[in-house]
Structure formats: C-alpha cells, structure tokens
C-alpha cells in the first residue's frame, strides 16, 4: 500500500491548489480530488506516491 498524503482546507480552490503543489513537488498523483468533509466546511483531498514499474 502507497504512502497517502491528506490535505485539508478551507475551501476547494485552496485544496485543489495545495493538491497540485505537493503532486509536482514530490512526484505524487492524485487519489483523492477535492471533496467536502462530511459534518464540517472542510474540504479533503489526498496524494500517494507514484509506483514504480
């Protein structure tokens, strides 16, 4: 199992653009795009590792 990155914001706009940082910074691919959290105004999104061939 890949190791899993979870980012957490205050809107969708800001999630998606802290996703997109960190999948070019560190060679990490989307999992997750950006949803709202149930029960709260918080937006997830979350980023593994690529695998390798």
């Known amino acids: 199992m ?5 980012v957490q914001a ?3 706009e800001e999630c ?3 996703l997109a940082r960190l999948c ?3 060679s990490l ?3 997750l795009l950006p949803m709202r959290m149930a029960g709260t105004d918080r ?3 979350r980023a ?3 695998r390798r061939a």
């Open 16 to 18: 998606a653009a802290l």
């Open 48 to 50: 593994a590792l690529q």
């Open 43 to 45: 937006w997830i999104a």
């Open 2 to 6: 890949p190791t899993v990155v979870t």
């Open 10 to 12: 205050d809107s969708r």
């Open 29 to 31: 691919r989307p999992r």
């Open 24 to 26: 070019a910074d560190y």
